[in-house]
């Protein structure tokens, strides 16, 4: 992502700490949204759009988007009308690990995620097994994880991790505009930009498994 330096980016965080924006700390998600609604994460939620349109879509979830560079994340933020089913948490999704509870997430949404192309990278793609693993310990049993990408690089490689790893792949296409399994797709800045050039999308689902604790 090409990053624009953005004005006065201090002070504009600041105005969303403690509300919108949420700590790195170990988070209850029952006291955070003050009610006991499912909350699905989105990592990656780059400038916002997509998770904005998913929680007034369904206010009967929680929302958290995770993203870890600030002059993005602002803009995100600086979307919201008073939403009270969303916040945001400005984290590197490898460190979520003593910050996102157990079994705590109901749903995971990778839109996007940086392909990482070059192999000597690929644990840092956020479909390499190690995240897969994660994905499933803050994930209840059986929870949806909704991936969308425009890298064939990124896409085969989650195709094999994701298998690889005793998952079911569901509803894989490599036309996401042709697939009456996403008829209600809400896209994301990138995906809006790359289907306006012409490039196809591809998605895939799959469930979260039960881990042994
Ligand atoms: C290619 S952009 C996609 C943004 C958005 N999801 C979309 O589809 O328009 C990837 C975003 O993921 C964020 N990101 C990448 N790796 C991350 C990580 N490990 N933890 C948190 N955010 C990450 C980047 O900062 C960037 O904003």
Redesign the pocket.
Known sequence: ?RLRKVKNLEQRMERFRGGLLLEPKPLVFADIFGNQQPVVAE?????GE?ILMMARRQPELNFLG????DS?LIQAMEKVEGETNLRYLR????DLDDVIQESSLSGLYL????PWPKKKNRKRR?THRGYLERNDRWLQEHSMVQLKTDSKTLFAFSIEEISQTGHMLEDVTLDIAQSPAYEDNIQ????ERFTAEGHPIYALRYHSKKVKL
Do not use: H, P
Request: aromatic share 16%; hydrophobic share 40%; proline share 0%.
């Open positions: 992502m990592f990656g939620t780059g400038r997509f995770v993203e870890r560079v993005v984290a590197n999704v490898e839109n996007f995620s940086d956020l994301t800045e990138y995906e």
